[in-house]
């Protein structure tokens, strides 16, 4: 083999690396929910100075009506030909009309509307300053709070957190005590029991029948023993449906001040239904932050000063960029084109509700639209619709089924929310069995074992009866 076929075949394999990534990065583009993207995008405009997503530049840079091919040298020509007038690139088309300027307002609108909000450990942080603390303390309560988890509780052991702060365990003792003084009410607590107690110590009901049943019967109650929480308590079963009562009213989880915008559920599409009754796909494009060509760099090319190396990074971080930006708008498409079949499949649940959805296989989609079925799932991996009958996972949606009565097919859904209506209108004094569930299901043409009725209450978050059962 020559030197020239050997450069050749290094050219190819380079290429085929490169191909390969770009292919891993489009699939990983197609996985990510929009929350996950946009930071995606913004780390990328970080490695690549000739992309920029920031509105306020529009002076300085390059537009494009359409995203050119990178398959060849065609869309570096279009970049070094274009006017002067249009220098700007936008990362998709769909649902976004106006001028830049206009768009520059929308998204400012956006981010003036977030209002800032303290994060659980600022907060608690902050509130440490209206205690007259030494330096020390102050900075054994920050280590506290540093320790606690998302749920305000302290999952650590104070002999362990002190081997690794190097504090005194008395002292980390005494700066829980005063992090536990703090809002919200429960927050440093080491358990549910804790954290209750704690809640009902701030009411003044430390001496109560409500404290002596969360400090001493806790775990019966989790049980369901009440005939035994009340026997030693010696109290009626209505004066112990009383005191639960009470404790129904404390709060195991914290009402924390956070709430971090990408901790929000976001539709990455909408279902609008129009004055015909049909049901139209709307993307949730403007999640996403545009992207921009910057026109330095334009201007680099055009330049002969400019050696060849820097005109050979520049190519190949336009190639990046313009990849990037074809994949994203691939990423929309897709997602435009899977949800538009689920639509079509599903219409009788876009009209009726819960109760008509249709069993659906992630086959079924990948085959109406000619993809593979790993397409389809990762397309709906961690995403949602907002459609008329609220906001749903687009995972969902698929799911195996049942014939009913009058042989029709209905989704493992349905069966579930069936369940759960039984459930919800049973005699709390002798709650239903998963075994007789089954049986009325049965009754009903529904052939679903008693394994499955466990099963599927399990995943509704729905206790098991003995637990269920209410005594008065």
């Known amino acids: 083999m020559d030197i020239a076929q050997k450069q050749n075949l290094n050219q190819q394999m380079r290429q085929e690396q490169t191909m390969t990534h770009q292919q891993i990065q489009a699939l990983e583009l197609l996985f990510m929910p929009a929350t996950e993207l946009e930071g995606f995008i913004n780390a990328e405009v970080e490695k690549n ?29 279009n970049i070094l030909k274009i006017d002067d007038d249009k220098r700007y690139i936008k990362s998709y088309n769909q649902n976004i009309s106006g001028s830049g300027n206009d768009l520059s307002e929308k998204y400012d609108y956006f981010l003036n509307s977030v209002e800032y909000q303290m994060s659980l450990d600022e907060s608690l942080t902050s509130q440490l300053n209206y205690f007259n603390l030494t330096p020390e303390v102050f900075e054994n309560c920050t280590q506290i709070i540093a320790a606690l988890d998302d749920d305000g509780y302290l999952r650590s052991h104070i002999a362990d957190l002190a081997m690794v702060t190097m504090i005194e365990v008395s002292k980390l003792e005494e700066a829980l005590s005063i992090v536990q003084k703090l809002e919200p009410v429960g927050v440093g607590a080491r358990d549910l029991r804790e954290r209750l107690l704690l809640q009902l110590e701030t009411q003044g009901e430390k001496k109560s029948l409500c404290y002596q049943l969360v400090d001493q019967y806790m775990d019966k109650l989790g049980s369901n023993q009440l005939p035994f929480i009340a026997r030693k308590l010696k109290i009626s079963m209505y004066e112990l449906a009383d005191v639960i009562d009470e404790i129904k009213n404390l709060q195991p989880v914290l009402r924390v001040s956070e709430q971090k915008i990408d901790e929000y559920v976001k539709p990455e599409v909408f279902v609008e239904e129009d004055e015909l009754g049909n049901h139209n796909v709307r993307l949730n494009n403007e999640m996403l932050p545009n992207l921009y060509v910057s026109n330095q760099y334009r201007q680099l090319l055009m330049q002969e000063d400019v050696s060849k190396e820097t ?41 009726h509700g819960e109760d008509r959805m249709r069993p659906m296989t992630m086959l079924q989609i990948a085959d109406k639209i000619g993809v593979h079925e790993t397409t389809v799932s990762r397309t709906v991996s961690g995403k949602y619709l907002q459609g008329p009958h609220g906001l749903i996972a687009l995972r969902a949606f698929f799911s195996t089924g049942y014939v009913d009565g009058n042989g029709m097919s209905v989704s493992k ?46 995943s509704m978050n729905i206790s098991q009866s003995k637990l269920r059962r209410q005594y008065v």
Do not use: H
């Open 311 to 351: 005109k050979n990074y520049i190519k190949e971080k336009l190639n990046s960029g313009m990849f990037l930006i074809n994949s994203i708008i691939q990423r929309q498409q897709t997602i435009k084109k899977i949800v538009k079949a689920m639509v079509e499949f599903q219409s009788e649940y876009f009209i």
């Open 49 to 77: 100075p000739v992309l920029d997503n920031d509105l306020s530049l529009t002076e300085d840079v390059a537009q494009f009506d359409q995203c050119p091919s990178t398959d060849s040298d065609q869309w570096l020509e």
């Open 413 to 458: 859904n349905v069966v579930k929310e069936i369940i759960k209506n039984l459930i919800a209108k049973e005699d709390a004094r002798k709650p239903l069995s998963d075994s007789k569930i089954s049986e009325m299901l049965q009754e009903n043409g529904y052939n679903v074992a008693r394994r499955t009725v466990a099963k599927y209450r399990i």
